[in-house]
């Protein structure tokens, strides 16, 4: 049982334009939300986060918006460049249960130059 | 930075056949997650450890163990090693439960 779906598995964007990441979960007691950035072969960096207390996050480039009553979380990237191209994945945790994170299935960025 | 050291990065072995992978986790970091991703899929968790003791368990076969040591590294032993167990192994690790895990590059495993 997913309960954290990415449902678009790839993404082409213009640089210089937004690219908007999607992410659904079904678990409600999820508080705390993560995205990570994955090159090939490497290890997933971590991107920026979100605690439900909070309906926006943003540093630098990135914002992550969080919409609790949908259970839907996204994340914006402006403006969009070439190293930006990468699969993003999504993370949800339910911290006072432990700290299991549950990871989407991933969507691949191509920012195109 | 000092990071999530994992190894070996890449691993070769056979059906049967035992495996064990090792993580070193940032310094001062008490908590490390070991999960698996199979081709095209997402990662699964496996297990976590907190000071040294087992945290959370996910879906990790009878076949793997793993344990937390006293300088907070971790190992995966992996035994009776099947095709379906190759995958990429990451290790995260974490601050207490500060929840925000940092991935190591990985070990490939290949069972052949």
């Known amino acids: 049982d997913q309960q954290v779906k990415q449902n678009s598995p790839s993404l082409s964007v213009q640089e210089g334009r937004i690219s908007i990441l999607n992410c659904d979960y079904t678990?409600?007691?999820?508080?705390?939300f993560l995205w990570y950035k994955k090159y090939p072969a490497e290890g997933p960096t971590f991107l920026i986060s979100i605690s439900s207390i909070k309906d926006k996050n943003e540093d630098g480039r990135f914002t992550v918006f969080l919409n609790k009553s949908a259970k839907h979380l996204s994340l914006h990237i402006v403006p969009s460049q070439p190293g930006d191209s990468a699969v993003y994945f999504c993370a949800a945790t339910a911290g006072h249960t432990g700290n299991q994170f549950y990871f989407g299935t991933g969507t691949s960025l191509t920012v195109i130059p | 930075a000092a990071g999530v050291i994992q190894s070996p990065r890449h691993l070769i072995k056979e059906k049967r056949e035992t495996a064990t992978l090792k993580c070193y986790p940032i310094?001062?970091?008490?908590?490390v997650y070991w999960y698996q991703q199979g081709p095209g899929q997402d990662p699964q968790f496996l297990i976590s450890?907190?000071?040294?003791?087992?945290?959370d368990k996910g879906s990790i076969p009878d076949r793997f163990s793993a344990q937390q040591f006293s300088d907070y590294h971790s190992e995966l032993n992996m035994s009776s090693l099947e095709l379906g167990d190759s995958a990429l192994y990451f290790c995260?690790?974490?601050?207490?439960?500060?929840?925000?895990?940092?991935f190591g590059q990985g070990t490939r495993l290949t069972v052949v």
């Open positions: 678990n409600s007691m999820f508080d705390y």
């Open positions: 450890f907190y000071e040294k003791m087992q945290s």
């Open positions: 995260a690790s974490s601050l207490g439960r500060a929840r925000t895990p940092f």
């Open positions: 310094p001062r970091h008490d908590t």
